[in-house]
């Protein structure tokens, strides 16, 4: 029975050392936090007359684009396409060349003309 009571006793006692050092250990340190990033200023929306003239800029430097009869008119952002063109290749050209000119989105009114009939 001493026995036990010494064992019972010597648990105790390295319990409560075990629970002292854990309690004296060292918290991890809180990270400091990062200071937000302010944010980015929205750039000015470029006018509707901007957007044209350079959407016109780019098909004139187009080679493949600038001897087709491609309009543009540009509404609130949206640029709207007519005209005939050889190919779909073409065709599928001319809305990237409106976005790089700041337009919002595009209108695709532009048909491909037919290939000429063999004989």
Do not use: H
Not at 49 to 77: C, F, H, M, R
């Amino acid at each position: 029975m001493k026995t036990i009571s010494k064992v019972t006793g010597a648990l105790m006692i390295a319990a409560l050392f075990a629970f002292s050092v854990a309690a004296q250990a060292p918290a991890k340190p809180t990270p400091t936090p990062k200071p937000a990033k302010a944010a980015k200023p929205m750039p000015t929306p470029k006018a509707d007359a901007d957007i044209q003239a350079d959407i016109q800029k780019g098909l004139a430097a187009n080679a493949k684009l600038k001897a087709e009869p491609i309009t543009v008119s540009v509404a609130g952002g949206v640029a709207t396409f007519a005209g005939t063109v050889k190919n779909t290749g073409n065709k599928n050209a001319v809305p990237g060349i409106a976005k790089k000119a700041g337009a919002k989105s595009t209108v695709n009114n532009i048909t491909v003309e037919a290939p000429p009939k063999k004989k």
